[in-house]
């Protein structure tokens, strides 16, 4: 696999989700470490659960704000297969937030174990869950050959109309 450097190309959609991540990062941090913003919205059943909440939304919050400082500065990326590996990680690491959020909420024994929501929250974490699970789907795709792909479709498209002009 060859190597080859993109520049990010920031767009509406790349920005909603990106604030979206940020968001969500800020909120779960908050959450887990004041006590009186989390009264009536999350309830811990113990502190390690208060931790691994502001731990993940540490974690959230800090790829996004990579990725606004990335966007903004219009920053290059070099497409390699380590950096796949890296997205792939990050990826499984979304994923496992997201699924976490989601059996907490949908299976009422394990939120009663371990982290319960109430009032907003409820909605926002099924939203955020399916949120992580989707975009850590999504880092699971292969860049280079998205390109390569691409690259193909605008061939055989090239390939189509030429045939039909001639």
């Known amino acids: 696999m060859q190597e080859r450097e993109v520049t990010v190309q920031p767009s509406a959609v790349g920005w909603i989700l990106v604030?979206?991540?940020?968001?969500l990062?800020?909120?779960?941090?908050?959450?887990?470490?004041?006590?009186?913003?989390?009264?009536?919205?999350?309830?811990?059943?113990?502190e390690p659960w208060r931790v691994a909440f502001g731990v993940a939304g540490l974690y959230l919050f800090y790829r996004a704000a990579r990725g606004v400082l990335r966007m903004v500065n219009r920053a290059?990326?070099?497409i390699t297969p380590e950096q796949h590996r890296n997205s792939r990680r990050h990826g499984i690491v979304h994923q496992l937030i997201g699924a976490g959020f989601l059996l907490?909420?949908?299976?009422?024994?394990?939120?009663?174990?371990?982290?319960?929501f109430e009032s907003w929250a409820r909605p926002f974490y099924?939203?955020?869950?399916?949120?992580?699970?989707?975009m850590g789907t999504l880092h699971w795709i292969n860049p280079q050959a998205?390109?390569?792909?691409?690259q193909a479709m605008k061939t055989l498209e090239r390939l189509r109309k030429e045939q039909s002009d001639s």
């Open 76 to 78: 290059t990326v070099e």
């Open 25 to 46: 990062g800020f909120v779960t941090m908050a959450l887990a470490v004041d006590e009186g913003f989390a009264e009536g919205k999350v309830a811990f059943q113990a």
């Open 126 to 134: 099924i939203a955020a869950g399916i949120f992580l699970v989707w």
């Open 19 to 23: 604030l979206y991540q940020l968001v």
């Open 146 to 150: 998205a390109v390569r792909y691409q």
């Open 104 to 116: 907490v909420i949908w299976v009422g024994e394990l939120g009663e174990r371990s982290i319960e």
